[in-house]
């Protein structure tokens, strides 16, 4: 059985995700550790060592924890997709039971962050006042990288932070523990975990309340707005403008 | 004959009552009469107009409920993720604007998208004026006139930029604030005296709103009149054509051609307007938050005119030296330096090149662009430098969005901004004689008119057909000037400024495609009928 379950974790990360995801459910309860080490070697090692001590190609994982193996590897950066200056984001390679397994064996390596419980991601919990707190916490801590509206922003050297609509809660939740590619840790001693629910409820409520004022231009700010008024306002009008002075030929 | 031909109509007794009062018809009749050329460039001035009206209207709405003061206050409005958040009173103000006023999002929105449609329309009409040789004399001082407007429309945009007291207007302020203080030995000084203190004070939104609803719109329409006057007095240059000549104006009249296309192009230029700014959402300050000192959002841009500053600071190595314990900041003060004289040229540009060709003739015919090639390249490498400025103010979003290194980015726009402008002079000057050249080749031999005839010698020639009267008069009728010469004053001498402007004048003039003579075109007829 472990073998067939290496076996599709392999051919998982070829790419053939689908046959394999629903062929692994039912023993989705059982993935062990020792599992999880199995998939860690077939996938992870050749970059992070065969004992997750690091290599040169790619970090040692001793002590980054469950929550780091968990944002990684399921939000798709973990298998990185090709080298480049950061990973980027894609459908995960593998199942969240798959991931799971892996996190159990990393976190066994050494104590590190662990997921973090559902009642430090449930907005549902946080009230108005709550939400304005986590948007004040975001504009302070957040926004100089990822912008004050979630769109993102550019880094040194091609890197970027990556735009923060539509993301699960407990990925921002683990980010923000874990401090993935250029981004700093924000530990529970710096942001609380009542603090960081009022940011992810602060997230929800820009990702469910959509731009008032019409049509947002990608949340970009002035730059989108001054290409739209020189190309379809000025443009707009000057159009018109030729064809109130055209004559007949 | 009946007696109601008799009995003077409702309109003509009360324009008699009007006349007899204000004597408005020798106005009427004058004015009435004034004719306008027609094109369609000519009419970028009325756009920047009518987005003017929109602003006016606009504003004076948003002044019924904006409440420019920095006091602190806990935001109580309908807007949830600010609830209870401690905040000057202008931007809780501005968030019930948006969200607590009727109609306020879009009066806030249609004042927003009309600034910006405002001053971009001034560029285009510069443009327009700059690169037709419409400041010629006698519309030199019109041209400074509308220079100074096109600096009141920044420092308009700017105050308003910066009333909201949102976390991009506040770190708008932090530039200028970083700006001021970046001017040797007095700029610590003035920074206090202009934010009332250590920045960001709370004086500052009253200040810039007094200057933004007084003082700089009452210089706006003061300047505006003037333009408009003097506009008047000089008439408006016109394209040469059959019948348009240096001396008339040919064009539509006042009354009542012009006027009913200018009223309504104002409801058209009204009407995009509204549907822009209740269709798109601009500055969402809701999202910005209040201004605090310690938060910068990444993306943080001026709006788009103010742009070219932004992206020249950003352009700049971080160049810092110390002399006798001062910090000077040549990071700051080159692009300061670099910008006012690009400015300070560009509005005593006329007066230059008058100096320069030595040419103090009235003009009232607009100059194809390719006719003045150096004028053209002067100009094509000016715009070149200010959109390449421009460009780098948005060089993070670029990076992010092409995927590139933001490093690179600002490397690559550094080497457009300097080896960039001198190619573009250089391309542009060469193909406006090209263009010249064609031109006189389609005068002299016609254009190719696609049908091959076969001779009765067996040659094969393309029948080239001559232009119609009308057509080829646009290509006839301009001016080629020529260098000046080096000549003795009155007291007989050969004055340093003398040599300069005849190397001046052979940088303008000495490359150039004389016009079409009446006798080359008789030759030419003649060969042609053989």
Known sequence: MIGLVVAGGASVAVGS?????????????????????????????????????????????????????????????????????????????????????????????????????DEWLDASQVDDEGIARGGALFRINCAMCHNVAGAGGALTEGKWAPALRDIEPV???????????????????????????????????LDENPSVGGFDLGSLGPVSEGLFIWIFGLGGIVAVSVWLTSRPN | MTATTARPSLTAKASNYLDERTSMSTLVATLGRKVFPDHWSFMLGEIILYSFVAILLSGTFLTFFFEPSMTEVFYDGSYAPLKGLAMSAAYASALDISFDIRGGLLMRQLHHWSALLFIAAIGLHMLRVFFTGAFRKPREINWVVGFILFILALAEGFTGYSLPDDLLSGNGLAIINGMVKGIPIVGTWISYLLFGGVFPGDDIVPRLFVLHIMLLPALVIAFIGIHLVLMVINKHTQFAGPGKTNDNVVGAPIMPLFAAKAGSFFFIVFGALVAIASTFTILPLWEYGPYDPSPVSAGTQPDWYIGFADGALRLMPGWESEILGWTVSWNILIPIAVLGLFIVLAMVYPFIEQWITGDKREHHIAERPRNNPTRTAIGAAGVWFYAIMWAAASSDLIATHFRLNVFHVTYALQAMLIVGTVIVYWLTKRIAIGLQKKDREILLHGYESGRIVRRPGGEFVEVHQPLDEYEAWKLKAYESYAPVMVRPNAKGKITPATHLRAALTRWFFEDRVSPVTPRELEVAKQHDDH
């Open chain 1, 17 to 117: 995700v689908a046959s394999a995801e629903p062929s692994s459910a039912p023993y989705a309860q059982q993935l062990t550790a020792e599992d999880g080490e199995l998939l860690f070697r077939a996938n992870c090692a050749s970059c992070h060592g065969l004992q997750a001590q690091g290599t040169e190609n790619g970090p040692s994982l001793i002590g980054v924890g469950a929550a780091s193996v968990d944002f990684q590897v399921m939000t798709g950066r973990m298998p990185m997709a090709f080298q480049g200056p950061q990973a980027e984001k894609r459908d995960p390679q593998f199942t969240q039971e798959q991931t799971d397994a892996m996190s159990a064996y990393i976190a066994a390596l050494a104590p590190g962050p662990g997921v973090p419980d």
């Open chain 1, 171 to 205: 990925h921002v939740y683990e980010a923000m523990l874990t401090g993935p590619q250029n981004m700093p840790v924000f530990n529970d001693a710096n942001i609380s975990p009542e603090e960081k629910r009022e940011i992810i409820a602060y997230l929800a409520y």
